[in-house]
């Protein structure tokens, strides 16, 4: 199965450029807790919905019988993290969770399975909990079920205009 292709455009966050970059290096062995803290991570690669580049983000890691979510918290602020909007325009991303990244398909779940989902993200990871009192927004829950098509391809983004 092809891996997303496309140009990379780092994070202008240093520690984000940085966690993921050693992340990968070290096929997950390393830079794979929330930075300071005992709380794993994954790394999602999407495509951005503007530029067409290949974003990655170091996000909390929320598995539950070979599915992820992907939960667009921000820390509580009042908008959404930028890969919100990247999930929606292109929703096969790739996910990294030790050494082999895989292709998902991100989807934006709502009412009762949002709900299921995001009982299960705070059980795993507390915090989020104290985001959504810090946001009068309702945070975006994204499931990612792999994508087992054989020979499924993602073609490269057209060139951004």
């Given at each position: 199965?092809?891996?997303?292709?496309?140009?990379?455009?780092?994070?202008?966050?240093?520690?984000?450029?940085?966690?993921?970059?050693?992340y990968e290096a070290s096929g997950g062995a390393e830079a794979n807790t929330l930075r300071g803290g005992s709380d794993p991570i994954v790394?999602?690669?999407s495509r951005g919905a503007r530029s067409g580049k290949l974003r990655k983000n170091p996000v909390m890691r929320v598995e539950r019988d070979g599915k992820y979510?992907?939960?667009?918290?921000?820390g509580g602020a009042p908008e959404n993290p930028?890969?919100?909007?990247?999930?929606?325009?292109?929703?096969?991303?790739?996910?990294?969770d030790g050494p082999e990244p895989k292709l998902y398909e991100a989807r934006l779940l709502e009412g009762e399975e949002r709900a299921d989902w995001w009982e299960h993200a705070?059980?795993?990871?507390p915090t989020y909990a104290e985001y959504q009192k810090k946001t009068d927004r309702e945070i975006p829950v994204f499931l990612l079920e792999p994508v087992?098509?054989?020979?499924?391809?993602?073609?490269?983004?057209?060139?951004?205009s």
């Open positions: 199965m092809d891996l997303l292709e496309g140009e990379y455009e780092p994070s202008p966050a240093d520690w984000v450029r940085e966690q993921v970059e050693a790394v999602i690669t979510v992907a939960i667009a918290s921000k930028t890969w919100y909007a990247n999930f929606v325009a292109n929703p096969v991303v790739q996910l990294q705070v059980s795993t990871w087992e098509v054989t020979g499924y391809s993602v073609p490269p983004a057209e060139a951004a």
